[in-house]
């Protein structure tokens, strides 16, 4: 069952003196988060009357804070969005809801293992998967390596090269 509510960044710092925050957004592309009207923070919605992307950062302005004491006190906040607020177009998908998924050789179907974790590189994402043993394979998220993703099935086709 997917989540109603999903993990989208983290309050870092703040930005001037009249309250706004820093974000560091989890999301492909940081301008997502500006077109989201209520954040969830510590499990409140939080209105966001502003907000605009810096080098990589969202910067925003929250209902209720209005001066940097305030802004603050807010680092290292979790922001969530709920899924109904975050439409995604045809195909594409939250790394939240491909954690778990069963990693299948695309080649021959012999399982790999399971999706563990998903790490943003500068140059693409990695998937984590753990093997059978515990061990860990690191799979790039390009089209040479990453074949498919299965969200109804719950399972992701990758071809596999020597060493990998």
């Known amino acids: 069952m997917k989540k109603e509510f999903l993990e989208a960044g983290r309050?870092?710092?703040?930005?001037?003196?009249?309250g706004e925050v820093r974000v560091d957004p989890w999301?492909?592309?940081p301008e997502f988060l500006l077109d989201i009207p209520v954040w969830y923070i510590d499990g409140r919605a939080v209105?966001?009357?502003?907000?605009r992307v810096h080098k990589r950062l969202v910067l925003?302005?929250?209902e209720g804070v209005d001066d940097i004491n305030a802004a603050q006190c807010?680092?290292?906040m979790?922001?969530?969005?709920?899924?109904?607020?975050?439409?995604?177009?045809?195909?594409?998908?939250f790394v939240q809801d491909i954690l778990g998924f069963a990693v299948v050789d695309d080649a021959t179907g012999a399982p790999v293992g399971r999706l563990k974790d998903v790490w943003r590189q500068p140059a693409q994402e990695v998937y984590v998967v753990e093997g059978p043993e515990g061990e860990e394979r690191l799979i790039p998220n390009v089209p040479v390596f990453v074949k498919g993703v299965d969200t109804e099935g719950e399972c992701i086709r990758v071809a596999l090269i020597e060493g990998m």
Do not use: N, Y
């Open 78 to 93: 979790m922001i969530a969005l709920r899924r109904a607020d975050a439409p995604l177009p045809e195909g594409r998908f």
């Open 60 to 62: 925003a302005k929250l």
């Open 47 to 51: 209105s966001v009357q502003g907000a």
């Open 27 to 29: 999301c492909d592309e």
């Open 74 to 76: 807010m680092r290292g």
């Open 11 to 18: 309050i870092v710092g703040t930005h001037g003196v009249r």
